[in-house]
């Protein structure tokens, strides 16, 4: 089972809001990942977690904050997010040190 | 050269036909890649993964040139339902948390 799940589905928040995304997976994969995605354009890598702790971070601003409880749940928690910050967010996970990376549904995120 | 690079398209080829398309890479150390497929709105899904000279699944082919560095995606008897976008996905070298997408190459299939 390739399963990765992302909660909500859809999100609208306005720039004074504090929100969080949530994704789980539980194919005992010890590397997740949040990347955003814009209409037409390929994913964009944000952040990586290896075995719980994080391990790449792509320069993303402090208004994205990540967090991982443990090795089947991740979290991005959102605070004063601008408009342009609307898009796909998705999640993905992986075995450690193999690239291939199974992503969830997304979340689409509107910011008001 | 781009990382990687896909004919964006739209191809639109009527349903039965065979259709392909190439990726090109420039890093010639690259020793896996990765065909997503990705329909309007949703998540990319892993559709084959290339590790040698190529793979086959049902329908599906890929193909890989490391002589002149792409890979291409071969779709016999096309379906309605192959209407979607394909990423070429190459991880970066040194790095396998770190994928490099191609732009997509988007193909819709017309009765």
């Known amino acids: 089972d390739t399963e990765v799940t992302q909660t909500p589905k859809h999100l609208v928040m306005g720039m004074t809001n504090k929100k969080s995304l949530k994704c789980e997976q539980h194919m005992g994969h010890r590397a997740m990942y949040w990347y955003k995605q814009k209409a037409k354009k390929p994913p964009e890598l944000m952040f990586v977690?290896?075995?719980?702790?994080?391990?790449i971070n792509e320069s993303v601003p402090s208004r994205f904050s990540p967090e991982c409880p443990n090795s089947s749940l991740l979290n991005l928690h959102l605070h004063a997010l601008q408009p342009e910050d609307s898009a796909l967010y998705l999640c993905?996970?992986?075995?450690?040190?193999?690239?291939?990376?199974?992503f969830g549904p997304g979340t689409r995120l509107t910011v008001l | 050269r781009k990382e990687v690079e896909q004919d964006p398209g739209p191809f639109n080829v009527p349903e039965g036909a065979t259709v392909a398309f190439n990726c090109t890479y420039s890093n010639s150390a690259s020793q896996s890649f990765f065909w997503y497929r990705q329909d309007c709105r949703k998540e990319p899904k892993l559709l084959m993964s290339?590790?040698?000279s190529g793979n086959e699944d049902g329908r599906f082919t890929a193909q890989l040139n490391r002589a002149s560095q792409y890979i291409s995606l071969l779709i016999r008897d096309s379906k309605l339902s192959d209407s979607a976008t394909y990423l070429c996905?190459?991880?970066?070298?040194?790095?396998?948390?770190?994928?490099?997408f191609g732009t997509g190459t988007r193909l819709q299939v017309t009765l």
């Open positions: 996905v190459v991880p970066r070298t040194g790095t396998a948390s770190k994928l490099t």
């Open positions: 290339v590790y040698s």
């Open positions: 993905a996970s992986s075995q450690q040190g193999v690239d291939t990376q199974y």
């Open positions: 977690y290896s075995y719980e702790k994080l391990s």
